[in-house]
């Protein structure tokens, strides 16, 4: 199983329009963060999860030229609004439809924002065509296993998923934008030989957890690995991963998990 990080920053990406902060302007590259998402590849099978304002150009510096399934975790416009770039796959699957799994919410999220895109078919080549699915607890393929969870993350709810390779028997778990796991969400995760989970900022927030809640939330899963993502310019990558305890780090564009 291979886990790319597309983006690991928040809604308002980093560096941030207007600031000037040693984060915005460091020369650091894992300090520049485009919003987050990532693409799963299990025994070949290519799984992208969401599709940020930066999607088209995450796939061309990632070089991500296929896609088989796309999950979107939950509608709102940082996860959403790169959508519309997804048109692109629709042409490489046959100028079909493509199947977005998603919440209650997502489906409503994607129907007001792309309305001309919740057709059977790409009216014309090169036009984007979706069709709205509520996301299984458990998607079932050759490749191996999806289940996912419901977590909370203020008003709305995002879905947890845990990815395992049939193969290698990999787990891989992915809690973006969520205030905390709920015992489901643990127990699908534990032992996982990966896990990414967001870890918003230093600072408390109302539907993310923080840098110490993220730590505190990835210890009770006794994965061997646990990355923090969706960061903000709070966080500068080489000084906070080096206060972190043993077994975790910082999510970056660009990072490559091998498991």
């Not at 919410?105 to 001309?116: H, T």
Request: glycine share 8%; with cysteine.
């Amino acid at each position: 199983m291979e886990v790319i990080v597309l983006g690991s920053g928040t809604s308002q990406g980093v560096p941030m329009i207007g600031c000037t902060c040693a984060v915005c302007t460091s020369a650091d590259p894992r300090n520049k963060r485009t919003r987050t998402s990532i693409h799963v590849v299990m025994d070949g099978l290519h799984v992208q999860v969401d599709a940020a304002p930066e999607f088209r150009l995450q796939c061309l510096k990632e070089g991500i030229d296929r896609l088989d399934v796309f999950i979107l975790t939950h509608g709102h416009s940082d996860h959403v609004a790169g959508m519309d770039d997804l048109r692109r796959f629709c042409d490489l699957h046959g100028a079909r439809a493509l199947t977005v799994h998603t919440t209650a919410e997502g489906k409503s999220r994607v129907a007001a924002i792309y309305p001309y895109a919740i057709i059977k078919k790409p009216r014309v080549r090169g036009y984007p065509a979706f069709k709205l699915a509520d996301m299984p607890a458990s998607m079932e393929l050759p490749q191996g296993t999806i289940r996912s969870t419901l977590l909370p993350h203020g008003e709305a709810q995002t879905i947890g998923l845990v990815f395992t390779e049939r193969s290698t028997g990999a787990r891989f778990a992915y809690y973006t934008d969520c205030k905390l796991l709920t015992p489901e969400a643990v127990e699908l995760a534990r032992g996982a030989d990966a896990v990414i989970i967001d870890g918003l900022r230093p600072l408390p927030h109302p539907s993310h957890l923080s840098i110490d809640e993220a730590i505190q939330a990835g210890r009770g899963l006794g994965a061997k690995r646990v990355w923090l993502t969706h960061l903000t310019h709070l966080t500068d990558h080489a000084a906070a991963e080096a206060e972190l305890p043993e077994g975790f780090g910082l999510a970056h564009d660009g990072l490559r998990l091998r498991l």
